[in-house]
């Protein structure tokens, strides 16, 4: 009977044995898989914020490519009218890039614009559209400044007055501190459009007349501080604000290169600088298209 109950024992603790190493085993296989699994979750999770931080800054440059695009095609087709009615259409060159039709704007072919119905796009598929809208948006919108530039060599010509054409670096050096267009706003937060450039120099250097024209105001105007406007004819503006001291008035005739201010840190400024715009047919554009360079 000992001898049976002894045996029964030791198959019970055999079995037992036997259970407790399948059962620690599969535990084993469980954590390795939950490991795994880990791995994999925290590979997909930052991969996922990756592709979201992707995505953000896709859609940030598409809403600024298509805000570039949209004010410089609105020049574009301006300063075509100002062209037309001086000169006879049938004159203008064939090198000017898109040409008009009323005033619709037909751009030259070559975009590789495409599309269909996916139904909701999400992930992957929402960065290779946005990838690709960003790519023909920039293509075109470099099509487009080119025209732009042509246009504006055009106008020049036709102003019969190399003089007033603004195209004079409007200070003795400095640095560009600001470019034209979209930016994050400099004191405020969140971001802005800026009409021009500004130029960091110190203070007191000498503020030049960009073309010769006419000042139409010499005075404080809000946020630019003390600023000037000078209206050097056929549709061309230009502006120049924060400035410490104006020294050109209102009415007053003025020669390119001519001293018209000094420059200061007046109105919404961090510090001392210049801040040019130029205007064409009543749309600012970026001045690097008319500056001498």
């Known amino acids: 009977m000992n ?8 198959i019970f603790i055999g079995l037992a044995l036997v259970f407790s190493l399948g059962m620690n085993i ?20 930052k991969t996922k914020t990756e592709q979201q931080k992707k995505l953000e800054k896709l859609l940030q440059d598409n809403e600024k490519m298509l805000r570039d695009i949209t004010e410089i095609t609105n020049l574009e087709k301006k300063l075509r009218r100002a062209i037309i009615r001086d000169t006879d259409a049938n004159k203008l060159g064939s090198s000017l890039g898109a040409k008009t039709s009323g005033d619709t704007t037909i751009s030259p072919s070559g975009y590789t614009a495409q599309g269909g119905s996916k139904g909701e796009m999400t992930g992957l598929a929402a960065l290779q ?45 400095g640095a560009i501190s600001s470019s034209y267009g979209s930016r994050m706003d400099p004191i405020a937060t969140g971001r802005e459009w800026h009409d021009g450039i500004d130029i960091a120099a110190d203070f007191g250097t000498p503020v030049y007349a960009s073309g010769a024209g006419t000042v139409e105001v010499s005075g404080t105007n809000g946020g630019y501080g003390r600023y000037i406007r000078i209206n050097h ?10 400035m410490s001291a104006l ?9 390119k290169g001519e001293i018209i201010g000094l420059i200061g840190s007046t109105g919404y400024s961090t510090g001392p600088h210049l801040h040019f715009e130029v205007d064409a047919e009543g749309q600012t554009v970026d001045p690097y298209f008319v500056l001498k360079r």
Do not use: C
Request: avoid cysteine; proline fraction near 2%; aromatic fraction near 10%.
């Open 3 to 10: 001898n049976i109950n002894y045996k029964t024992i030791a």
């Open 26 to 45: 599969k535990l084993y296989q469980e954590a390795q898989l939950y490991k795994v699994n880990q791995e994999e979750f925290t590979e997909f999770q």
């Open 129 to 173: 559209a946005l990838e690709a809208q960003n790519k023909n948006i920039n293509k075109m919108l470099t099509d487009t400044k080119k025209s732009v530039s042509d246009l504006l060599g055009e106008m020049e010509g036709l102003s019969g007055s190399l003089a007033a054409f603004p195209n004079k670096w409007p200070t003795d050096g």
């Open 233 to 242: 004819g056929n549709g061309y503006r230009t502006s120049y604000g924060h």
């Open 247 to 255: 020294i050109a008035v209102e009415g007053q005739k003025v020669a």
